[in-house]
C-alpha cells in the first residue's frame, strides 16, 4: 500500500536529515513511513502510491479554501510570467498591506515575512527595543517557530519528539524566556512579581492550536491584557494559526481582545511562505527605516507569495459565509467523532474552536501542556493509522490540532465519523 513512499524515505534519509524538511512530517510519534505526496485537490490528499486521503492538516492551516484553489492557481501563475522577484516595492505589497489591515483588528502598520517563525522572532525583538526590557513570558506547549528564545517548553514537534532542552540554545538566551502553565493567571501574576519591570513581552497563542487545540479559559485573555497594560508589557497575540482562520480578524476578533502586537502565518499566505507581524503604530514605528530595530528579508514582500496571500484573504473577506460553512462542518464533525467515542467506552476529550479541532484520548479536560500530555499516547497512535488506512489523513502527532478546510463535503465529514467508528473497534479490541 506504501511501497513508493518507503522507497522514497529510504533515499530520502541519504540526502535530508531523517529524510524530512520539517520534524513533524517524518512521522516519528505514530511510527511508520511517512506518505510523499504526488498532489492534491480540494479536500484530497494523493500519495505517490496512488492513494487517496481526505485531509485534515490543510498544509497545517494555510489550505482553508482547499487545495489548488482555482483563484489562487491562477493569480500564481499570471504574477509569474513578470518574473518571480525585483527586491524593490511594489504596489502589491500596498494592496496586501491595506487587506490585512481592513481584516485584522489593530493592526496600524505591518511588515510581511517569510514565514511564522519570523513574524514571531520580530515582534519578540520589537517588544524588547521599544520596551528596552529583556525577558518575556511565554506559555508551556505553545509554539512561536524555531527561533532560539522560544525552543523553551514549545509544544509542538518539540513535544511531539519529546525534547525538553534543545542543544544549541545558550543558557543566556534560554534565562530570559520565562515559562509557566496555559490557562493559569496566578503563575503569569507571580512571574511578574518576580520579574518587575524586566519583562518587554508576553507572546500567546490566544487559541493554542500546537498541543492539540486549546481554548483560553473564561477571563484568561482578559486577565493576561490587564497585566500587561498595568506593567508596560507587550502583549503578543501568536495568530500564525487562528489569524483568518477563527475569522477574518483571528482570534482578536473572535475573543474581542486588542493585543498590542500580532503575528501571521499559514493562511496569510495561501500555501506560499509568508508571514507577517504588525500592530499598533507606536510600537511599530520602531521598525527600521522609521526606528532603530533593525529587521529585514530578501524576499520579504515576494510578489508571487503576496498574489497568492493576496488572492487568498480576498476570497475570505469577501465571503464571511465560509466562515459560518467552516463552523457547522466542523461542529458536524464533532457532534459524529463525539457520539462514536462514546459508544466506544474509550475515555476521551475533543476540543474544538471554529474549523480547529482536536481529539485527545483522555477523561480528563485537556486544558493545557500537562493535561495534554498525560491523554494516552499509545491509543493515539493506533488511531492514527488505523484512520490513515481507512483513507482519513490526521496530524502524525496528539500535539497537532487538526485543520478543517472549505471543501469538505458531508460525505467526507460522514466518512471521516465511519472510519473513526471502525478504527475504534479495531484498536479497542
Ligand atoms: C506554525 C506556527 C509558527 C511557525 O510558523 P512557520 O511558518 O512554521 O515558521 C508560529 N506560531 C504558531 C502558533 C504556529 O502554529
Redesign the pocket.
Known sequence: MYEKSKQLFTRAQESIPGGVN?PVRAFKSVGGTPLFIEKAKGAYLYDVDGNKYVDYIAS??PMILGHAYEPVVKAIQEKALYSTSYGAPTELEIQMAELIRSMAPNVDLIRMV???????MSALRLARGYTGKNKFIKFEG?????ADA?LVKAG?GLATLNIQTVPGITAGVANDTLTCAYNNLAAVQQLVKENKNEIAAIIV?PV???MGCILPQPGYMEGLRNICDAENIVLIF?????GFRLSPGGAQECLHINADLV?Y??VIGGGM?V?AFGGKKGIMEHIAPLGNVYQAGTLSGNPIAMIAGYTMLTELKNNPSIYKELEEKTHYLQEGLDNVFKASGTPYTINRLGSMISVHFSGQAVTDFATAASANNELFKKYFHAMLQRGVYLPPSAFESWFLNNALTKDDLDFTIRATEESLKEILQ
Do not use: I, L, Q, R
Request: proline share 3%.
Open positions: 520539517s497545517w492551516g517569510s514565514s511564522g517563525t519570523e513574524a514571531c505553545c509554539y512561536h517557530g524555531h522560544f509542538s497563542e493554542a492550536g500546537n501568536d495568530e500564525v494559526m487562528t503575528t502565518g499559514k511562505p508571514g
